[in-house]
């Protein structure tokens, strides 16, 4: 995708909370709390446009002179949102995701999502073990929210269409995800493939962000 392209931004409104979501960026997603608005949600993923950026560069997605994307955001539309959305995480597939991915595309965001992975394990592996108490994420620590993205994961990976054994090696997992997207034909899960993508990424990315910012 060109450096110059605009930012396709799509919100999901809840009662409780309202997430803006870059289109074409696995990951980068952000919410505010309804009352404030869509400027608020939209507000949000723009403040973390460089922490997203960092993501992508650390691993070569994003080159260090590339910079994404061009001009003022592209508002595609609005969704409303549901129970998920109001618990504080985006839970609804838009119109936008059922457009087909061509094999380019899937391997693109493929990279973005390995690279919000990578990201999650350097953070983990970072971390100390006892994170500074809050009432994001429940109050869990390090390993606790390492479990919930695994098990997530697996639950995610149903939503697409593949079944994974309960015990299923970490590293197996991911890799059994990736290679579901990169041969997947058609749409056989519940989640469009653009959404799930989307979804796993943003779920991975925001608990590693989690960690980071409740380092003691």
Not at 3 to 28: I, Y
Not at 84 to 89: H, K, M, P, Q, R
Not at 174 to 187: C, G, N, T
Request: aromatic share 8%; with cysteine.
């Amino acid at each position: 995708m060109p450096a110059a392209s605009p930012l396709r931004v799509a919100f999901e409104c809840g009662k409780t909370w309202t997430f803006a979501t870059a289109l074409d960026w696995p990951g980068w997603c952000r919410r505010a709390k309804t009352a404030a608005g869509s400027e608020a949600a939209l507000e949000a993923l723009l403040e973390y446009g460089d922490r997203y950026a960092a993501v992508l560069r650390a691993v070569g997605v994003l080159g260090a002179k590339r910079r994404f994307p061009a001009g003022q955001p592209e508002i595609i539309g609005s969704i409303p949102g549901n129970a998920t959305t109001d618990f504080g995480a985006p839970g609804v597939p838009g119109p936008w995701d059922e457009d087909p991915l061509d094999a380019k595309e899937k391997r693109r965001r493929t990279k973005v999502l390995q690279a919000c992975w990578d990201a999650f394990d350097l953070t983990v592996s970072g971390s100390a073990p006892k994170l500074v108490k809050g009432p994001r994420g429940g109050g869990r620590d390090r390993d606790q929210i390492a479990d919930h993205v695994r098990d997530a994961e697996r639950a995610y990976a149903r939503k697409l269409g593949l079944k994974l054994p309960p015990r299923t090696p970490w590293p197996e997992q991911r890799e059994a995800i990736v290679d579901a997207i990169l041969d997947k034909d058609a749409d056989s899960g519940a989640w469009p493939l653009r959404y799930g993508i989307n979804r796993t990424a943003w779920h991975v990315l925001d608990h590693a962000w989690e960690i980071e910012d409740k380092q003691p």
